[in-house]
């Protein structure tokens, strides 16, 4: 992403808008109750939620009223990171918050769930209907002998059952764990062995891009992998009967609960409420324990506040159940919003096909990923011409930074008056560092701002803070979602490493940014694949950004090495669209086009053409483990094979170094 700063915004919030939010009702209470700045906006909140942090997630709990069983000692016990204390003493439940919304009877018949498959027929799940089911399930997994701390895995794809297992599982005080069934067998057994789940929620298999894909041999495979399950729930999603010793999902949902027997396990504030996983590119994933109360005031937050989610609004992320942003949706229950869940190809049957969602099930936040966003772009669809989207608010982008061309399509073909929030964070906190606030301007190629309570700064290789220059994103203050361990680490080392190792006690997060003089945040790419090129540090986001504007480039990847003899070599990988050809009329423009929109020192050694750019399961591009066969690392030793989603692709750079060397 490129670092000019745009003079004129975008898009601006109007004081209507603005007055109406809720984070400026917040403030206003804020600052009668606790003392938040009344006046200066978001800006003076945002100082005061970082310089009073016990005061700002004290008021947090409050204006969302959360249910502490137990009362809270203080705030924050022990401030050091890794480890700070969040709440010591209280005692609450994720699953009971989600599900307040059906204790209304004004909203119990609403929609609390939108389903929709590649077939667009829709389902809808009432508060109501949603609450008896949880409760039904909670009750079948006690009876099977779920505990609080057992692990409840899924194999599942984003479905409303998929839902229900995590909240039944968080109801109990089990901990929560899934993988998306396009996830092969070892993939998921790099995960789930690690957690040893007592009980395994899987369907039959999956629709995708109008093909059935058949799991029961994957199923099959988890179930003799996995000794440690006393139960499997089998899902029909393909219709296919349950195998032998599976217990039917019908069957354990059916029960007709009274509000009288709803049971909502009450736990510790940093009791575990699910595991999370890393890419895993490099090793086995790190398993990434958040709690029941960090997780659930982080995301009242969030979407309460910086998403300005509340009853009359529709959510809906395109995601499936192995990224973060899908509980981060599923958390969108929490502020009385139905959520739209969507199983399917992104671009099926045609690259618009997301919009056709949004368009028929009402959405008015839409979250997706920039790529998608590109994608559209380059083939010149409309949305706002072609799809009713007059209910939307807010198009949210995550997964890779937004480049420029991106906010200025999305303002130019969905709609003038459009909030885009171009958000970053990380499975590590399941939520976002910086990004969404509806009461500021948004400025092509920037994130409004960092998130409230988050002491978001870029820092110099000497632990200085920068306004203004490029540096390493930190989070100098806890956060309530950072995990409270990793599930395979009794030590704690490897949290330890993962963070805090470049600057003790406070959270290295990887990505380069830069934090503007007005307080925007622009993302360039991660730290530990960094480009760097006479001692300049360069972002491979703004290389990315620039080249994949030619029609002819589908997708790049770019890699610096330093050579053993002192140099440093820097190429650009490129995999080209249908019918185009890499002669050297399309090499010059490449260069020239980076050469003008970013610098000289952008410009690569060598553009190479390749099959294909690997990417991990979640679609990021791999960057650290193509330098290190580049480097002339065996495959074997320089990436989890696990974590690939076409694991062939890594072969040519094996092959590459093998000649170069």
């Not at 006690?505 to 360039?524: E, K, L, M, N």
Request: hydrophobic residues 40%; proline residues 7%; glycine residues 8%.
């Amino acid at each position: 992403m490129t670092a000019a700063a745009s003079p004129e915004p975008l898009w601006q919030p109007d004081p209507d808008r603005i007055a109406a939010a809720r984070v400026t009702r917040f403030q206003a209470w804020a600052a009668e109750r606790y003392g938040a700045p009344a006046e200066g906006g978001y800006a003076a909140l945002h100082r005061w939620s970082v310089d009073e942090l016990d005061t700002f997630w004290k008021a947090v709990a409050e204006w969302f009223e959360v249910r502490f069983s137990t009362p809270y000692r203080q705030v924050m016990g022990d401030r050091t990171m890794p480890g700070a204390q969040w709440f010591p003493g209280a005692t609450l439940n994720y699953a009971e918050h989600a599900l307040r919304t059906a204790e209304d009877p004004a909203r119990a018949h609403d929609p609390a769930i939108l389903y929709m498959d590649e077939t667009h027929e829709q389902l809808s799940v009432s508060w109501s209907e949603l609450r008896r089911q949880v409760l039904s399930l909670a009750t079948e997994l006690r009876a099977l002998g779920v505990r609080p701390g057992d692990r409840v895995s899924g194999y599942l794809p984003n479905i409303p059952q998929a839902a229900i297992a995590l909240l039944a599982t968080a109801a109990v005080g089990g901990v929560w764990t899934s993988c998306a069934p396009d996830f092969g067998a070892r993939s998921v057994l790099d995960r789930f062995q690690q957690v040893e789940p007592v009980v395994l929620f899987t369907v039959d298999g999956y629709r995708y891009g109008g093909k059935e894909h058949d799991r029961t041999g994957t199923v099959a495979e988890l179930r003799r992998e996995l000794p440690t399950l006393r139960a499997v729930v089998h899902v029909p999603l393909l219709g296919t009967p349950a195998p032998e010793g599976a217990l039917e999902w019908s069957a354990l949902t059916a029960a007709d609960m009274k509000s009288s027997e709803a049971v909502f396990e009450q736990v510790p504030f940093d009791h575990p409420l699910w595991v999370l996983y890393s890419s895993g590119t490099t090793g086995l994933p790190k398993a990434i324990v958040q709690s029941q109360g960090g997780i659930l005031l982080e995301h009242f937050k969030q979407l309460g506040l910086q998403f300005d989610l509340g009853p009359e609004d529709r959510f809906f992320w395109y995601t499936s159940t192995g990224w973060m942003m899908w509980n981060f949706l599923v958390s969108g229950l929490l502020t009385g919003t139905t959520i739209v869940l969507y199983d399917g190809s992104p671009g099926h049957p045609a690259v618009d096909a997301q919009w056709g969602v949004v368009e028929r099930t009402g959405t008015t936040v839409f979250g997706t990923s920039a790529a998608y966003v590109m994608a559209c772009r380059k083939a010149d669809v409309h949305p706002g011409r072609d799809h009713d989207l007059s209910r939307v608010t807010c198009v949210a982008t995550t997964g890779s930074p937004l480049p420029p061309d991106g906010f200025r399509w999305l303002h130019d073909a969905v709609a003038e008056d459009l909030w885009i929030a171009s958000v970053s964070g990380g499975t590590d906190v399941c939520s976002c560092f910086a990004g969404a606030v509806p009461t500021l301007p948004v400025h092509i190629g920037e994130l409004q701002a960092p998130g409230l309570g988050t002491d978001l700064q870029a820092w110099d290789p000497q632990g200085k803070p920068v306004i203004g220059e490029v540096g390493e994103l930190v989070v100098a203050e806890p956060l309530p979602s950072m995990p409270v361990r990793f599930w395979n680490d009794p030590d704690g080392s490897r949290y330890r490493d993962s963070y805090f190792e470049m600057y003790p006690g406070v959270w290295r997060h990887g990505d380069w940014i830069t934090v503007t003089d007005r307080g925007s945040v622009i993302i360039h790419g991660r730290s530990d694949s960094t480009l760097n090129r006479q001692g300049v540090r360069m972002g491979s986001a703004d290389i990315y950004e620039a080249v994949e504007r030619l029609p002819e480039i589908r997708e790049s990847l770019v890699i610096g090495l330093e050579e053993p003899d002192g140099g440093y070599w820097m190429p650009l990988f490129v995999h080209l669209a249908p019918g185009a050809v890499l002669d050297d009329a399309l090499r010059t423009r490449v260069k020239e086009t980076i050469r003008e929109q970013l610098s000289p020192r952008h410009v690569p050694d060598e553009i190479i053409e390749v099959p294909g750019i690997p990417h991990t399961l979640t679609g990021k591009r791999i960057e650290v483990p193509v330098k290190r066969l580049l480097q002339g690392t065996a495959l074997a030793k320089a990436v989890n094979p696990g974590s690939v989603d076409n694991l062939d692709l890594l072969r040519f750079y094996e092959d590459l170094a093998r000649t170069r060397h």
